[in-house]
């Protein structure tokens, strides 16, 4: 079983910066890959950035030069710098883990609110 734990989201003006975290415990998992996906009101989720297991990253294209996705290996942890904000960057922000299983792992996700 794989718990996450996110932390880091809120209020933020736009322009302004926030940095999200992403720790996954449990046991007997070996991790593919770790992401973040959003989901905005009445919206599908969505992937906005990923990191494998080799370091390889993925970003959608509208957070390419405002995010970077970062990971800890020792700490099991990911993390996602936030900057340039944008009022459409606004939704709950969902950490993912790939596993070798068919489905992913979720976290309970982080209200991400950009406004003035």
């Known amino acids: 079983q794989v718990q996450l734990v996110e932390s880091g989201g809120g209020l933020v003006q736009p322009g302004g910066s926030l940095r999200l975290s992403c720790a996954a415990s449990?046991?007997?998992?070996?991790?593919?890959?770790m992401g973040w996906y959003r989901q905005g009101p009445g919206e599908q989720r969505e992937l906005v950035a990923e990191?494998?297991?080799?370091?390889?990253?993925d970003y959608a294209n509208s957070v390419k030069g405002r995010f970077t996705i970062s990971r800890d290996n020792a700490k099991n942890t990911v993390y996602l710098q936030m900057n340039s904000l944008k009022p459409e960057d606004t939704g709950v922000y969902y950490c993912g883990l790939q596993t070798w299983a068919p489905a992913p792992y979720w976290g309970q996700g982080t209200q991400v609110t950009v406004s003035s």
């Open positions: 990191i494998t297991n080799t370091g390889r990253t």
């Open positions: 449990g046991s007997g998992f070996i991790i593919r890959a």
